[in-house]
């Protein structure tokens, strides 16, 4: 199928790529189809793109790329609609901002996708430890020594 976006211009997407959120996102309910692809140009960004509205994009990274430990109350969370069978099948993004130069993650909102049925939610932690605009360090990598 094609998805239109605003970035990219139109992908080509498989039927089976598509992950439906029942609820659609915070703010966003009537937006309930969305891919999850790749940035082209940095292997660590993901883009969730609206598959009914090409301008609703989100740039995200996954979790674990937040360089420290992103750890919640899972049974603290309503995720009956994501047909989980382990947490083994669940992966967890976090929406990314730019506030003037700064990055910053939305970890307060993560998105967290059952990658096997491909159904997500977009989840509000009540942890008062995360935050909407958590400024994000660039970690770099470190130089490769030869001898």
Same mark, same amino acid.
Request: proline share 4%.
């Given at each position: 199928?094609?998805?239109?976006? $605003?970035?990219?211009?139109?992908?080509?997407? *498989?039927?089976?790529?598509?992950?439906?959120?029942?609820?659609? =996102?915070?703010?966003?309910?009537?937006?309930?189809?969305? #891919?999850?692809?790749?940035?082209?140009?940095?292997?660590?960004?993901?883009?969730?793109?609206? +598959?009914?509205?090409s301008e609703f994009a989100f740039?995200?990274? $996954?979790?674990?790329?937040?360089?420290? %430990?992103?750890?919640?109350?899972?049974? /603290?969370?309503?995720?009956? !609609?994501? *047909?989980?069978?382990? =947490?083994? *099948?669940?992966? #967890?993004? %976090?929406?990314? !901002?730019? %506030?003037?130069?700064?990055?910053? /993650? !939305?970890? @307060?909102?993560?998105?967290?996708? !059952?990658?096997? @049925?491909?159904?997500?939610?977009? %989840?509000?932690?009540?942890?008062?430890?995360?935050?909407?605009? $958590?400024? =994000?360090?660039?970690? *770099?990598?470190? /130089?490769?020594? +030869?001898?």
């Amino acid at each position: 199928m094609k998805v239109r976006t $605003h970035r990219f211009g139109t992908l080509d997407v *498989e039927r089976e790529d598509l992950i439906l959120f029942p609820e659609g =996102l915070v703010g966003l309910s009537r937006l309930t189809e969305f #891919v999850l692809f790749q940035d082209p140009t940095s292997p660590d960004l993901f883009w969730l793109q609206s +598959t009914e509205r090409s301008e609703f994009a989100f740039a995200t990274i $996954h979790s674990s790329k937040l360089g420290t %430990v992103y750890d919640f109350d899972w049974d /603290a969370l309503d995720l009956e !609609n994501l *047909e989980l069978e382990s =947490l083994g *099948e669940a992966e #967890v993004f %976090v929406i990314l !901002n730019r %506030v003037g130069g700064t990055f910053t /993650a !939305n970890l @307060k909102g993560p998105i967290i996708i !059952n990658s096997m @049925k491909m159904i997500g939610k977009q %989840v509000v932690l009540k942890d008062g430890r995360f935050d909407v605009r $958590h400024p =994000l360090q660039v970690v *770099e990598e470190p /130089a490769c020594v +030869t001898a």
